[in-house]
């Protein structure tokens, strides 16, 4: 199945940090716009953070502002969420997505990885 595989979310405390990982299963995520969704079970998915394909434009949900910082690493093919400052709101489903068309509406999802953030 050729789809976006989330990785590295867990347990933190409010205050502490995760690193969230994606990578494409079966395909070059990077030949792709890679952008980070999150859902809380009985909401609708936002977005938090997105990067373009070529890596020249990155968007930033105003929530996660000067907390989360999204990143590429071209000979890994990898993308990163790296989250700081973490708040018990910011707990939910995280889910990398892969988009060509710029607004993620027929994007290729990932299964999603669980963060919880509590103390």
């Known amino acids: 199945q050729v789809r976006p595989v989330e990785s590295g979310g867990g347990l933190a405390q409010p205050g502490g940090s995760l690193r969230l990982s994606c990578v494409g299963l079966?395909?070059?995520?990077?030949?792709?716009?890679v952008g980070w969704f999150r859902q809380v079970s009985g909401k609708e998915r936002e977005a938090v953070a997105c990067?373009?394909?070529?890596?020249?434009?990155?968007v930033y949900a105003d929530f996660v502002k000067g907390r989360f910082t999204i990143s590429r690493d071209d000979a890994k093919d990898t993308v990163y969420l790296q989250m700081n400052s973490l708040k018990p709101e910011d707990t939910a489903v995280y889910y990398c997505?892969?988009?060509?068309?710029?607004?993620?509406?027929?994007?290729?999802w990932g299964q999603g990885t669980q963060v919880t953030v509590s103390s």
């Open positions: 997505a892969t988009d060509s068309s710029g607004n993620f509406k027929s994007a290729t």
């Open positions: 079966g395909f070059t995520l990077l030949d792709h716009n």
């Open positions: 990067i373009s394909f070529i890596g020249d434009r990155i």
